[in-house]
Every structure is written in structure tokens, then in C-alpha cells.
């Protein structure tokens, strides 16, 4: 007799920028402005393969003579050349710390929430809100309860750093607080150093760990500016955790690029965190994806290419912040969006002004207001400036 398995299932809601990217596809008007998806875009709208990420996948092809399987780990040289560009070297060479190479950031997430459940079932991620949509269906998938902080005032478009302080007052010792490393998604805030510091500072008074989100390094400021904030918290602290991706960063994206580093307490804690590392990425993805921890090993291991990565990086961030400060320029009531780092921030503006902009206008954004700054530019900006500006709160 047959047994339906899957008549118990029902609809998942549907991913919104999905179904935006479709209706952005659709749209017949020349003018139309896709800020919607997350991709780093140049002046013509366009998301190419870096230079020096071609110039090493053609080493790699030339180089490569086995596709037979290296193990759970991944490419170790991988790991640790991603590990001294996110920590520096000598944290990065610490017998406390762990790293193995994961499918992007969102891997480097995913395992670091089932590590965090294996350690305890009782363990809390405090997000602040809003933050990026996965964080939250990820932390539930591993068997853990989230709360939100304060994060983002939207009457001012900054920081609600005092409202985050005064949330966080409530975390229990051994709960875990999900930060940012640099460009919030999706608002872009930034912290000052010593607002970094009296964050830190906090996580040691009440025993809290920091898991770091590091999937925008070097879009920010720069490779050194970013990473000093996700270096005091690792040096700082006695645990941390960094979910890294290479995905940003290099144009990788489709090619799932990223590294998970823990610092544990001791060596001795190290190495059950391997283990059980190992292990878990072993029942999920077996192994990494190599091709592109491969060609993102020998751009960061060939200083030619080291260094034209460094420059195509830097021309990525000079864009987006040009384009910020465009957008400042223009709209007065947006002057915040010049101090904001990284790919988006957040309009304020209704969802009903989202869809009007979308209809009358053509101009695609997430259903909350985030907009990627990338898919400005200087030819679309004047439409853009024309448009929003009566929308805005
Ligand atoms: N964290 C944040 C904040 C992100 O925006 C993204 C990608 N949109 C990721 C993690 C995941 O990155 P990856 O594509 O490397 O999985």
C-alpha cells in the first residue's frame, strides 16, 4: 500500500528577493533601477570576475592534476592564509584557534550554531534588529532559541548604541551575541572604536560570546580598518567565534568561499572544537566546495595577485562609498547614508512607498527599504534622488 510521505508539507513563505528578482526581469522600462539584490555591481551595472581571481583560476586549472577528495577541513592553506588576513598573524598562528574551510559565510554560520547547540541546548543568540533575514531561520535550525537587541534607530538612521547596551544588560553568562564584523546588512550602521570597546568590555563582564559575521572584510574601510574591531574581540576575549566568507570580498558568490575560526580557551578545548567540528561538517556537506578556496588560495599566496586583488577590493570599496556620499549630496535627509559602510542601508521609507517607487517608478528594493548601494550609479543616480525624495519619512 502506498504511504504519502509528503502530503503533510506545506508552503514555505517565499524568499522576497526572489520574487523580486523575477518582477525586476519582467520590467520592460529602460529606466529601471535593481537594488534589491545583494551583489556588488560596477558602473555599468555588471558583476564580474575579479582579474585576479581569472588570472589564479587559470593557474589552478593548469595546476591541478587530482579532483580526488582532501577531507572535511578543506584546503588547510586556505584556512590559514584566510585566518592572518581576518586576524592578523600571530592570533591566527594561536595553538587555541580552529579553523576549517566552509560552503561562504552562511556555512561558517550554520556550523558555528551546531557547534554552539552540541556545547549547550540552553545557549541564546542575541541578533540585533534588524539583521541579515538568514541569522534567524539559521540559529532555529540548530536547535537554538535567538533574542533580539536593540541595534538601529531609524528616526535618526544610526547606531541605537545605549539601546543595545541596555538590552544586552539581560544576556545570561554563556550566551552567545551575533555581531556584525563591519558593513551591517541591512542598515550599514557603524560602530566607533570605542563603542567596540565598551561592547567588548560587556562580553567579558557578563561572559558573553561574540560570533562574528565577517562576510563584507575590506568593503568597508579597508582590510586593516575592518578587521581591527573582529581582532579586539578575538584577542580581547578568551572564546570567539569568526564566520569569514570570501564571497564579497573576491566576486566569489556562486563558488561558496568561506572559513570558520573559534577561538576555544585552551589548546586542549581546541581540539575537542576540532573534532566535533569535523565531525558535524561531515554529516552536513561532507566537504567544501574546492574550486574556490583554491583560486582564492593562490590570489592571497601570489603577491602579484595579492596585490591586484588588494586594488580591484579597494576600487569595489571607493565605488560604494562615492555612491554614498552621492546620495548624501543629494538628499540632505539621507546625509547618514555617507557615514554608512558596506552594500546596503536602509531607506526610510513605507512599504507601501517600496511598492510605489517598484510600480511608478521601477526602482527595486527588499520590502523593509534596504537598497544596495552598488546598484546606483551615476547615470541612474539623478532618477533615483527624483524618485525618492517624496517618499521618504
Ligand atoms: N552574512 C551576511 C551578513 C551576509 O549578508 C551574507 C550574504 N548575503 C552572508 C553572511 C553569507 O555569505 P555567503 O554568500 O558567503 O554564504
Not at 529601471?32 to 560596477?42: A, P, T
Not at 598573524?89 to 554560520?109: F, I, K, R, Y
Not at 540548530?142 to 531609524?154: E, I, V
Not at 532618477?383 to 517618499?391: A, N, Q, T
Amino acid at each position: 500500500m502506498h504511504k504519502n510521505h509528503f502530503g503533510t508539507l506545506s508552503l514555505q513563505a517565499p524568499d522576497a528577493l526572489l520574487g523580486l528578482i523575477r518582477l525586476f526581469r519582467e520590467d520592460q522600462r529602460p529606466y529601471k533601477i535593481d537594488l534589491g539584490v545583494g551583489v556588488f555591481r560596477d558602473d555599468y551595472g555588471l558583476t564580474p570576475v575579479l582579474r585576479a581571481v581569472k588570472a589564479a583560476e587559470r593557474i589552478l586549472v593548469e595546476q591541478q592534476d587530482s579532483k580526488s577528495y582532501i577531507g572535511p577541513a578543506g584546503d588547510t592553506e586556505f584556512v590559514e592564509l584566510t585566518a592572518r588576513l581576518a586576524l592578523g598573524d600571530e592570533l591566527a598562528s594561536s595553538p587555541s584557534m580552529v579553523g576549517l574551510q566552509t560552503p561562504g559565510g552562511n556555512g561558517a554560520l550554520r556550523l558555528a550554531f551546531e557547534l554552539l547547540g552540541q556545547a549547550s541546548k540552553e545557549t541564546v543568540v542575541w541578533v540585533g534588529n534588524p539583521t541579515w533575514m538568514n541569522h534567524l531561520p539559521l540559529i532555529a535550525e540548530a536547535g537554538l532559541k535567538s533574542r533580539f537587541h536593540r541595534f538601529y534607530d531609524p528616526v535618526t538612521l544610526t547606531l541605537d548604541f545605549d539601546g543595545m547596551m541596555a538590552d544586552l544588560a539581560a544576556a545570561k553568562p554563556g550566551d552567545a551575541i551575533l555581531v556584525h564584523g563591519c558593513c551591517h546588512n541591512p542598515s550599514g550602521a557603524t560602530f566607533s572604536i570605542s563603542q567596540w570597546t565598551e561592547l567588548i568590555a560587556l562580553c567579558q563582564r557578563n561572559g558573553l560570546l561574540p560570533l562574528i559575521d565577517f562576510a563584507y572584510h575590506g568593503l568597508g574601510d579597508g582590510l586593516d580598518q575592518d578587521a581591527a574591531p573582529v581582532r579586539m574581540f578575538a584577542s580581547n576575549l578568551p572564546e570567539a567565534i569568526i564566520a569569514y566568507s570570501c564571497d564579497k570580498n573576491f566576486g566569489m558568490y556562486r563558488d561558496r568561499v568561506g572559513t570558520l575560526l573559534v577561538k576555544a580557551a585552551t589548546p586542549d578545548q581546541a581540539n575537542a572544537v576540532r573534532s566535533r567540528l569535523l565531525g558535524t561538517a561531515r554529516t552536513m556537506w561532507s566537504m567544501p566546495p574546492d574550486h574556490g578556496a583554491a583560486t582564492c588560495r593562490i590570489v592571497l599566496a601570489t603577491p602579484e595577485l595579492r596585490s591586484d586583488w588588494e586594488a580591484e577590493l579597494g576600487g569595489m570599496r571607493d565605488r560604494i562609498n562615492f555612491l554614498r556620499q552621492a546620495v548624501a549630496n543629494a538628499l540632505p535627509k539621507l546625509s547618514m547614508i555617507a557615514e554608512q559602510r558596506g552594500l546596503f542601508s536602509l531607506l526610510p521609507v513605507t512599504a507601501e512607498a517600496v511598492r510605489k517607487l517598484r510600480e511608478e517608478c521601477a526602482i527595486y528594493m527588499a520590502p523593509d527599504g534596504r537598497i544596495n548601494i552598488a546598484g546606483l550609479s551615476k547615470e541612474n543616480l539623478p532618477h533615483f534622488v527624483r524618485s525618492v525624495s517624496g517618499f521618504l519619512k
